[in-house]
Nanobody
């Protein structure tokens, strides 16, 4: 199991920005692919963005062009820069570490609330 700790959530006005962080142990980014998910009340958890071990990134259509996933190996931290936030982005955001053949590891989540 991989230790993942999210931070950076909060309350922001529509159109604003937030940066989420997911801190993990040294070396994890060399072994695991990483992703951000979110879950709004009453809805299933959904993939927001992912970054593969080789750096390849992908985004959900709903956030493409507004959100950016990145990682800093020196700080053992993955980020989700969220710009032009909308009320529908309100959710608990989770980071995940995953690799083929291993159980997924999840963080505890961080709440993002976007006020209209």
């Amino acid at each position: 199991q991989v230790l993942l700790v999210e931070s950076g959530g909060g309350l922001v006005q529509a159109g604003g920005s937030l940066r989420l962080s997911c801190t993990t142990s040294r070396g994890i980014f060399s072994l695991y692919n990483m992703a951000w998910y979110r879950q709004a009340p009453g809805k299933p958890r959904e993939l927001v963005a992912s970054i593969q071990r080789d750096g390849d990134q992908s985004y959900a259509a709903s956030v493409k062009g507004r959100f950016t996933i990145s990682r800093d190996r020196a700080k053992n931290t993955m980020y989700l820069q969220m710009n032009s936030l909308k009320p529908e982005d309100t959710a608990v955001y989770y980071c995940k570490a995953f690799m083929w053949g291993m159980n997924d590891s999840w963080g505890q989540g961080t709440q993002v609330t976007v006020a209209s």
